[in-house]
């Protein structure tokens, strides 16, 4: 079973740059679609980003498009969100996933993904 664990949260002002990591325990990792979500206190999970197991494809939720870049290393097993200019609209909790079961670029929908992290929080000052 693959473990994600994640990296890279702080307090950072709005208009700042923050870059998260997600690190996997397994090189099986290499071959699933892996995605990013957000919590904030008081709302249900929300999708942020998705990169397909080649790393050739993304996706963003229009909220962050423009601003966060999702990345991977599959010789490193890790995956990664920059996230530029941000927002106090972008504090939560933000937490890697990982889809086994989908071939190419993973889903939008929390429900799709297999395995998670335990999250690391963000908190953006205005």
């Known amino acids: 079973q693959v473990q994600l664990v994640e990296s890279g949260g702080g307090l950072v002002q709005a208009g700042g740059s923050l870059s998260l990591s997600c690190a996997a325990s397994e090189r099986t990792f290499s071959m699933y679609p892996m995605a990013w979500f957000r919590q904030a206190p008081g709302k249900e999970r929300e999708f942020v980003a998705t990169?397909?197991?080649?790393?050739?494809?993304?996706k963003y939720a229009d909220s962050v498009k423009g601003r966060f870049t999702i990345s991977r290393d599959n010789a490193m097993n890790t995956v990664a969100l920059q996230m530029n200019n941000l927002k106090a609209e972008d504090t939560a909790i933000y937490y890697c996933a990982a889809d086994r079961t989908t071939y190419g670029l993973g889903s939008s929908h929390n429900v799709d993904y297999d395995y998670w992290g335990q999250g690391t929080q963000v908190t953006v000052s205005s």
């Open positions: 990169i397909s197991w080649r790393g050739s494809t993304t």
